[in-house]
């Protein structure tokens, strides 16, 4: 009980403070990466609570289990690349899965993708036609109790 306690907090948190309510996520079923455009209701459903790194306390994290991905999938998913190109791609860049999986995202939707450390709460990763979204790949982190605080303390 106080664990789903911690984690509306957190996602109220998040959501109070985020430059959008728009989502493109991403995962890997059967060998394919796919990824869903969706809306703050249906991130609240696929995040779960986990142990934050560094003494940050509780993280809220895109980590969807295999029920999650299959409904992900009837939620308009896309196929984007194979599994198999995703992971050579990510091994021959200095950029890590999420950051690939944005750039093959952006490609996607026609755009040219930068690398920038823009905040969550002053923009999305993208913004395809005309819509900020934010863009997370499974295993992704969305905030951790410590920099929420930090966020609500400014």
């Known amino acids: 009980m106080a664990n789903e ?5 957190l996602q109220d948190g998040y959501n109070k403070v985020a430059f959008t309510d728009k989502y493109i996520l991403g995962w890997t079923l059967k060998h394919v990466i796919y990824f869903t455009i969706c ?35 009837a ?19 200095k ?3 999420g950051e690939i999986f944005e750039k093959l995202v952006t490609e996607y939707a026609g755009q040219e993708w930068e690398k920038d450390n823009i905040p969550f709460t002053m923009a999305g990763d993208i913004e395809w036609n005309g819509i900020p979204y934010q863009i997370k790949f499974e295993k ?6 410590k920099s929420l605080m930090n966020l609500m303390n400014n």
């Open 5 to 9: 306690i911690i984690k509306k907090m």
């Open 39 to 73: 809306d703050r209701e249906l991130v609240d459903w696929v995040t779960c609570l986990d142990k934050a790194s560094r003494g940050a306390g509780y993280a809220l994290r895109f980590k969807p289990n295999t029920e999650q991905k299959y409904m992900l999938m």
């Open 75 to 93: 939620n308009g998913a896309q196929a984007l690349c194979s599994e198999k190109m995703f992971n050579e791609l990510v091994a021959e860049s």
């Open 95 to 97: 950029y890590n899965r």
């Open 140 to 145: 992704a982190t969305f905030t951790n109790e």
